[in-house]
């Protein structure tokens, strides 16, 4: 990465797909130089966050990290919708009802908890919807004034999509072939009766006398309460400005959400998002996976049963842009991974500890090993719209070097920690470094039960077994592999040979 002259940040080199104008485009120059701002959709908190929801965080994370390692100071606004119609429907059928701010903020907390299980950076500031209604009603009178909006009898404010040439831009559909902008959980028939044109959407819903008396704020046009889309306009705006460099979110958020954010700060006079840049869904045997179809998973679930680098391993090392196929399959692949790339770094940091009980090198601090060089190969793949794939071939490739270091019949303990720092850096751009937070006590054993504890000791003998196979297969020493497996199998060890590699379970 080169540095010019006048600026000493290194030359900000990645290229991104930009969903709006369909080709991976350079993210250079920014709006400020040095610095990334993005706005990442998050969470409606109206229920327990699934692997879904965990996708987008992950995947935005990732180029986060990897923008941070570029030498770029980052600034992302990650929100919380606290107040929709999900929200307030679902806290009133509860059994017993709950009130509706009570049912986002204990939905708020699970969410946070599974970000920083699965090892998600805190945003730079993730504003509560709730908490910018006056900002939200000052862009609802702005559109107004400028034309672009409409009240309606009843105290509805509409958004006129007529009005504004380039509706449709991101998506690249015309007006007059769409049906509705809403979605369609946010259709209902006081919303819709005094629309101009069905195609409109809502910024404003006034107040129902069904709903909670302290679900609407007061207003000019009357009590009631934001759009769906409203809020993301009015708040990219109070964080990061007029115009920013990246809006985030899942692929199905495009449209109307995306498209009618867009519109929103185009009426508004605001450059808005210069790139958009959405991540793929996780499919569950072939399907989408959504609440809709009854196979989402939830997070919490999931931890009882799998590591939650595991988790972050299988759904943060597929391209953004591609499906996640998430399976049983999927997880045992990504639980082989993880065991060989963790338990490749704790013996590296065995085998370098001193003899007087000082620090292993391999042990750096997280600061010393983001400063270090990454392979060329990397750092282009990465810079190639995060690919991932080229990305983990380097990540294989410094594994194997480190094994091989590990396996000479003496180490040399300078190779070993230089291999295992490599490792390191490489995996903590990924949020995967096994002595970084928050994986490092579960790699070192310093927590977990007793049999958690077994299980790891067992993991890094097999593992250990199964390297020494692997290089035997690898010299075609057949005998010897053979002789490795059938050791493996007296113990209650079965071996699978997978495209990915070997893994492993009891019988």
């Avoid at 009570?102 to 950076?121: I, K, P, S």
């Avoid at 709730?130 to 107004?144: A, N, S, Y």
């Avoid at 199964?466 to 079965?494: F, N, T, Y």
Wanted: charged share 25%; with cysteine; glycine share 6%.
């Amino acid at each position: 990465m080169s540095t010019s002259a006048n600026d000493a940040r290194p030359a900000l080199n990645l290229r991104l797909y930009d969903t709006a104008a369909q080709a991976v485009v350079p993210l250079a120059p920014t709006v400020t130089p040095g610095t990334v701002a993005i706005y990442l959709c998050g969470a409606t908190v109206q229920g327990s966050p699934h692997i879904g929801h965990m996708r987008s965080a992950i995947a935005f994370d990732v180029l986060r990290r990897w923008l941070t390692r570029c030498g770029q100071n980052v600034i992302l606004i990650r929100n919380v919708t606290d107040i929709d119609d999900k929200i307030l429907a679902k806290s009133a059928a509860a059994d017993p009802p709950v009130p509706w701010w009570a049912w986002a903020q204990r939905h708020e907390r699970e969410f946070d908890a599974a970000y920083r299980a699965l090892g998600v950076q805190a945003p730079t500031y993730e504003p509560r919807a709730t908490g910018h209604i006056p900002e939200m009603i000052d862009l609802v009178q702005r559109l107004l004034d400028a034309g672009h909006a409409y009240t309606g009898q009843t105290g509805n404010v509409y958004f006129d999509v007529r009005s504004l040439p380039d509706y449709g831009s991101l998506t690249n559909q015309s007006v007059d072939d769409l049906a509705t902008t809403e979605d369609d959980a946010q259709i209902d028939a006081d919303v819709e009766a005094d629309k101009r044109d069905p195609r409109d959407f809502a910024l404003w819903k006034a107040a129902k006398p069904t709903e909670p008396a302290d679900a609407a704020w007061d207003a000019p046009w009357g009590r009631g309460r934001p759009g769906w889309h409203l809020e993301c306009s009015a708040m990219s705006r109070r964080y990061l400005g007029e115009s920013f460099d990246i809006h985030g979110g899942g692929i199905d958020l495009r449209f109307p959400h995306h498209e009618n954010e867009q519109a929103q700060s185009h009426g508004a006079g605001w450059g808005f998002a210069r790139h958009w840049v959405h991540n793929a869904w996780v499919t569950i045997k072939g399907e989408k996976m959504s609440k809709s179809l009854g196979n989402s998973l939830v997070v919490s679930e999931l931890l009882k049963r799998y590591d939650p680098a595991v988790l972050r391993l299988a759904l943060g090392t597929v391209h953004h842009r591609s499906t996640v196929e998430f399976s049983e399959e999927t997880l045992a692949d990504a639980a082989a991974l993880w065991e060989r790339l963790s338990g490749a770094i704790a013996r590296a940091l065995e085998v370098t500890a001193p003899a007087d009980g000082g620090p292993s090198p391999v042990d750096a601090p997280a600061e010393s090993v983001r400063a270090r060089d990454l392979p060329a190969q990397y750092a282009a793949a990465m810079d190639d719209d995060l690919n991932l794939a080229g990305a983990m071939a380097v990540v294989h490739a410094s594994l194997k070097a480190l094994n091989t270091a590990l396996a000479a019949p003496t180490p040399d303990l300078d190779a070993v920690s230089q291999a295992a720092l490599d490792l390191r850096a490489q995996l903590d751009v990924l949020g995967l470094d096994p002595l970084a937070e928050p994986w490092r006590d579960r790699v070192l054993g310093a927590g977990g039960s007793a049999d958690d504890a077994a299980m790891r000791a067992l993991d890094r003998l097999v593992t250990g077994l199964l390297e020494q196979r692997a290089q035997a297969r690898a010299a075609k020493d057949w005998a010897q592999a053979d002789a490795l497996r059938d050791e493996l199998s007296a113990a209650g060890v079965v071996v699978e040979d997978s495209a990915a590699g070997a893994r492993w379970h009891l019988a």
